[in-house]
T-cell receptor, first 114, second 112 residues
Framework: AQSVTQLGSHVSVSEGALVLLRCNYS??????LFWYVQYPNQGLQLLLK??????LVKGINGFEAEFKKSETSFHLTKPSAHMSDAAEYFC????????????FGSGTKLNVKP | IAGITQAPTSQILAAGRRMTLRCTQD?????MYWYRQDLGLGLRLIHY???????GKGEVPDGYSVSRANTDDFPLTLASAVPSQTSVYFC???????????FGPGTRLTVL
């Protein structure tokens, strides 16, 4: 089975600072990769997804992620954090044999300090 | 457009009881999914359905069953609930595999 590792269960940044949330996946074949965001007491919303087109993927709310095959990474970044970015972020990968099966990381809670 | 609705919002259940969590989508999506979310573990896929009439097992299917009699509904049944099934359950749907999954608001289930 695939696995996804998100380094850092909690990340804290100051408003206006760079946001970097790390995601590494285990797969010998580039799968489909996703970042989702979850606000308190809500379901998940898609931020962006990689589907083997451009390696730099732009998403909503100013977020982007870069697929690096050599590092099996798909880190999420945003140049300048906003208070409204405080949420939990999940990286996910689709199973390379069964695209219906998604494997999620354990999540990273982003705290934005004023 | 409501998107995905789940019922109930929350439930406290005695161990050994049978429980069905309901999920309905109005987007005519082919694929539907059930996940459980536990602290520190992220979301884990329980069961999925590619299209009406078909279902498949996810990462943690034991103790759960699903059915997909039509496109819109995808109920999840716990035949005999156990405390380890205490979790937040999310239903999701997508137009097809690898398409964006849209999530419902979740059901918080506590099994005592």
């Amino acid at each position: 089975a695939q696995s996804v590792t998100q380094l850092g269960s909690h990340v804290s940044v100051s408003e206006g600072a760079l946001v970097l949330l790390r995601c590494n996946y285990s797969s010998s074949v580039p799968p489909y990769l996703f970042w989702y965001v979850q606000y308190p007491n809500q379901g998940l919303q898609l931020l962006l997804k990689y589907t083997s087109a451009a390696t730099l993927v732009k998403g909503i709310n100013g977020f982007e992620a870069e697929f690096k095959k050599s590092e099996t990474s798909f880190h999420l970044t945003k140049p300048s954090a906003h208070m409204s970015d405080a949420a939990e972020y999940f990286c996910a990968v689709s199973d390379r044999h069964n695209f219906n099966k998604f494997y999620f990381g354990s999540g990273t809670k982003l705290n934005v300090k004023p | 457009i409501a998107g995905i609705t789940q019922a109930p919002t929350s439930q406290i259940l005695a161990a050994g009881r049978r429980m069905t969590l309901r999920c309905t989508q109005d987007m005519r999506h082919n694929a539907m999914y059930w996940y459980r979310q536990d602290l520190g573990l992220g979301l884990r896929l329980i069961h999925y359905s590619n299209t009406a009439g078909t279902t498949g097992k996810g990462e943690v299917p034991d103790g759960y069953s699903v059915s997909r009699a039509n496109t819109d509904d995808f109920p999840l049944t716990l035949a005999s609930a156990v405390p380890s099934q205490t979790s937040v359950y999310f239903c999701a749907s997508s137009e097809g595999a690898t398409d964006t999954q849209y999530f419902g608001p979740g059901t918080r289930l506590t099994v005592l």
